[in-house]
């Protein structure tokens, strides 16, 4: 099988030194497919863009300089790529695994859609443009053969709200990459925290700043904790300023004056694993997840976590975090305090987590989506 792979989130993000959800997807994704089958399987990387970085898994072809490009053309006028006799002479299946789908002529395209997030909460992403990115975003869904998605969750969403025939949306859900799995000496762990200025058993937020990660409730919540308690268990934040956050950076900054919360934006994965084993626990009540990427991983690293009782978290949790009303404040203060004071129910929690994240792995993420390419080549 000669598989033309999309990798320009893959490859923007090698470029800027730290991947995504989507990035780290991709990755995953073609690691384990190489690792099931790398003799069936001829994978031809494809971008978007130019001057990418070396990859792993080769040096990408380009799709065409500019995407939204593309994206518009082919959504308004049905256009497809000018090198679509050039790549179908040169692959027998394409999958977009990033949400940059190309209207490839004479190639069955598969299209890995995380979630609907752009579709029905435009409110959630960037400014500039939303209606046209939603617009456009839905156009190039239906152009694709067949789409794959993370969770039942996102699958259900896609039949509901697009009319996509159940048949034509394969769930292969995400992978827990092993490391997060194996323990960190305890001296390198108290290196790291020494590094960063921080106690042992604080509050921890993993991902992009931005609306729907709902870090403004969750900063109400830690509020609501005696001062005595939020300055031995700090809120500490770890991702990057992502877009509309106009009211929760001073609020963050904040924080940090009064000596109750760090923000550390982007950290090295060594030291993600350091903060997970040293939390008291992950929080993530997230207004809408696609899957929820971090609650594994958390589990897998044997931290705690509070998560939503919406969107996929609670398929994808199956009752081993505390789960929260991410819309109620008093929901997530609830939690924060359980997880200090109950340490029975902590313990079982991160038991059960463990056994939940032994589920999720990226050579069965890889051996399911292999069964897709076979469905669809037929």
């Known amino acids: 099988m000669k598989l033309g792979y999309g990798c320009t989130v893959w490859a923007n993000g090698a470029r800027a030194g730290h991947h ?7 990755s995953a994704l073609w690691q384990g497919l190489n690792e099931l089958s790398p003799d069936a399987i001829h994978v031809q990387p494809y971008a978007f863009g130019r001057d990418w970085p070396p990859l792993p898994c080769g040096a990408p072809r380009r799709l065409a300089k500019n995407f939204p490009v593309h994206a518009l053309l082919s ?11 050039a790549i179908a002479g040169s692959i027998d299946l394409f ?6 789908i190309p209207n490839i002529a004479g190639v069955p395209t598969i299209a890995t859609i995380m979630d609907l997030i752009p579709l029905l909460h435009p409110e959630w992403i960037k400014n500039n443009l939303r209606p046209l990115k939603s617009w456009l975003f839905k156009q190039s869904i ?11 969750h996102s699958r259900q969403d896609m039949i509901h709200h697009l009319n996509i025939a159940p048949e034509r949306i394969s769930v292969t859900p995400l992978g827990v990459d092993p490391a997060y799995f194996q323990r960190v000496d305890p001296e390198q762990r108290e290196i790291v925290l020494t590094k960063h200025q921080l106690p042992p058993g604080f509050f921890l937020f993993i991902g992009t700043l931005q609306p729907r990660k709902n870090l403004l409730r969750t900063l109400q919540a830690f509020k609501q904790l005696p001062a005595n308690v939020r300055k031995a268990h700090p809120l500490v934040i770890v991702g ?24 550390l934006r982007y950290l090295p994965q060594s030291d993600v694993f350091a903060l997970l084993q040293s939390a008291s626990a992950l929080v993530f009540p997230s ?11 958390a589990f897998a690293a044997q931290c705690p976590v509070i998560a939503s009782n919406s969107s996929s978290l609670p398929e994808v949790a199956a009752g081993a975090a505390w789960e929260v009303d991410p819309h109620c404040v008093d929901s997530i203060h609830a939690a924060l305090q359980a997880v200090l004071t109950d340490a029975p129910l902590r313990e079982h929690k991160v038991r059960s987590g463990l056994q939940r994240a032994r589920h ?9 989506t292999l069964e897709v390419y076979t469905k669809v080549l037929g």
């Not at 207004?287 to 991983?297: C, K, N, S, T």
């Not at 999720?360 to 399911?368: D, I, L, M, S, V």
């Open 75 to 85: 959504g308004s006028m049905g256009l497809t790529l000018p090198s679509s006799k």
């Open 240 to 263: 990057r300023d992502g877009w509309n956050n106009g009211d929760l950076l001073p609020q963050l900054e904040a924080l940090e004056r009064a000596g109750e919360g760090r923000w």
């Open 20 to 26: 995504d959800g989507i990035g780290t997807y991709t």
């Open 360 to 368: 999720y792995t990226w050579h069965e993420c890889a051996r399911q």
């Open 287 to 297: 207004l809408y997840e696609g899957f929820g990427l971090p609650v594994i991983e």
């Open 95 to 100: 999958h977009a695994t990033d949400h940059l």
């Open 142 to 152: 239906f152009k694709a053969d067949h789409i794959i998605t993370i969770s039942q």
